[in-house]
C-alpha cells in the first residue's frame, strides 16, 4: 500500500503508538484498544463535536480537547482516562439525565440506549443535579415511527443522517440553547412531512430511546447500526 | 424578496439576507414565505426553520404595534434585567415572545446589544435606551399604550 501520509509517533496514556497524521485522536486509540466515550459521533456520518464525551488532556495543552477533532502530532502526549476527564464525563451525563426524561424502566431502548451503556460505563451511581422534569411533546402521527423529545439528547445524529446519507434532510433543530428541540420540515407533524421517505435511518441512528418504531414495549427496541458504514462504502465508491 | 435572492444568486448562504428582507417586508416570517424561500434557494424547509428560530432577531408571529426586548446579557442581567422582565410580564400577563391580546405589545427578551455600558438596557421600539429599572420601563409602556387608547 503506498504511503498516503506522513506517520506520526505519539503516547496515548503512557502507551506508544503511531499513526498517520490525518487520524483523529479518536481513530488511533480505537485501533489500539483504548476506550473513549463517545455519543453523538457515529461511523459513517460527519464529526460534530458536540457531545464533548471523547474529551482527552495533551501534556503541554492548557485546554481540553475533544478526540474526534484532534489530529496526531509529533511526540504528542494523551491522557484519556485522568480524574479530571472522568468527572467531566460523568458530569456531562448527569447533566444530560437531568435536562429530559430519561427513565430506563419504562423506555422502549432499556438494555440498548447508549446513554444508558454510557452511565454505567463511567459510573454514574446518581445525579447530582435536580431533575428539569421538562415537558416536551411527544409526536406519534407518523405511521410507522414515534419521536418522544422527552428522551433526545440533541446529538443531531438523525439530522446528519437524513442530510448526509438519505438526502431529503426532513429533520432540523430548532431554537437553542435549553430550548433546542429537533424538529420535522417546519416543525410540523412527523406524519404530515413532505420531505421525510419514512426509510428509517433515523430511527436506528438514535442512540436513545427518542426516535423508535411503533408498537414496541419496553426493552423491545433494538437498532441496527451496520447499515451506515455500508452505504458511506457504497457512495464514496460510486462518487 | 425576489430581488435579494436574485442579487445573490440564489445561493444557499443568501438564506439570513432573505429572511432579512422578508421580515423587513411584512414584520415577521409566515410558513408560507418560509417554504418559498426553501423552494427558491433549495435549501430544506427544516433548515430555514432551524435558522429562522436559531437567531432572536427573527420572529415567526406578527408582533404588536409596540415591542419592548428586554436585555437579558450577562451585564444587564446583573443589573437587574430580570426584575424588570418580571415586572412586564406580571402587568401585562404575557410572556416573552408573546404580544397582548390587542396586539399593543409585544415582549421579547435579547442577549446583549452591545450595550454593556448602559446596563439593564431595553430596546423600545428600536431605540436602546440605557439604565433602566423598572419604574422607568413602565411609565414607557404605559405611555404607548395610553397613547394609543387616547
Redesign the interface.
Same mark, same amino acid.
Given at each position: 500500500m503506498a504511503v498516503r501520509s506522513r506517520i506520526k509517533t505519539l503516547k496515548i496514556d503512557g502507551r506508544d503508538v503511531s499513526a498517520h497524521e490525518d487520524e483523529t485522536i479518536l481513530q488511533i486509540a480505537e485501533e489500539n484498544g483504548i476506550f473513549i466515550p463517545t455519543l453523538c459521533r457515529i461511523e459513517g456520518l460527519s464529526l460534530i463535536g458536540a457531545c464533548r464525551l471523547c474529551l482527552i488532556e495533551v501534556k503541554g495543552w492548557n485546554r481540553l480537547v475533544p478526540a474526534c477533532h484532534t489530529h496526531a502530532e509529533e511526540g504528542m502526549e494523551v491522557f484519556t482516562d485522568t480524574e479530571r476527564l472522568r468527572n467531566y464525563r460523568r458530569m456531562i451525563i448527569e447533566l444530560l439525565f437531568s435536562e429530559g426524561n430519561h427513565v430506563c424502566a419504562v423506555c422502549v431502548s432499556n438494555g440498548n440506549c447508549e446513554l444508558q451503556y454510557l452511565a454505567q460505563r463511567l459510573g454514574m451511581d446518581h445525579v447530582r443535579f435536580p431533575n428539569m422534569q421538562p415537558v416536551r411533546k411527544v409526536d406519534m402521527t407518523h405511521e410507522r415511527f414515534v419521536l418522544d423529545r422527552n428522551r433526545c439528547v440533541l446529538c443531531a445524529r438523525c439530522i446528519r443522517v437524513c &442530510?448526509e446519507i438519505e438526502g431529503?434532510?426532513?429533520?432540523?433543530?430548532?431554537?437553542?440553547g435549553i430550548d433546542a428541540r429537533v424538529?420535522?420540515?417546519? &416543525?410540523i407533524p412527523w406524519g404530515d412531512s413532505e420531505?421525510c421517505t419514512s426509510c428509517g435511518k433515523c430511527v436506528n441512528v438514535c442512540p436513545v430511546g427518542a426516535i423508535v418504531e411503533k408498537g414496541r414495549a419496553v426493552g423491545e427496541m433494538t437498532k441496527r447500526k451496520d447499515f451506515l458504514v455500508y452505504l458511506s462504502k457504497m457512495r464514496e465508491a460510486k462518487k | 424578496m425576489n430581488a435579494t435572492m436574485r442579487r445573490n444568486g440564489y445561493r444557499a448562504d443568501a438564506l439570513i439576507e432573505t429572511l432579512h428582507t422578508i421580515q423587513e417586508s411584512f414584520g415577521f416570517l409566515d410558513d408560507v414565505s418560509l417554504r418559498f424561500v426553501a423552494d427558491a434557494l433549495r435549501v430544506a424547509p427544516s433548515q430555514v426553520y432551524g435558522v429562522a428560530t436559531f437567531y432572536h432577531f427573527f420572529n415567526l408571529k406578527p408582533q404588536g404595534k409596540h415591542v419592548c426586548s428586554v436585555c437579558t446579557g450577562t451585564a444587564c442581567y446583573i443589573k437587574g434585567a430580570g426584575k424588570i422582565l418580571d415586572a412586564i410580564k406580571e402587568q401585562h400577563g404575557i410572556e416573552p415572545g408573546q404580544t397582548t391580546p390587542d396586539g399593543e405589545l409585544s415582549l421579547l427578551t435579547v442577549r446583549c446589544v452591545g450595550a454593556c455600558g448602559l446596563a439593564p438596557a431595553v430596546v423600545f421600539d428600536g431605540q436602546v435606551i440605557g439604565n433602566q429599572d423598572v419604574e422607568q420601563t413602565q411609565a414607557r409602556i404605559e405611555g404607548w399604550i395610553s397613547h394609543a387608547n387616547s
Open positions: &442530510d431529503a434532510h426532513t429533520w432540523d433543530m430548532r431554537g437553542r424538529i420535522t420540515d417546519l &416543525d420531505t | -
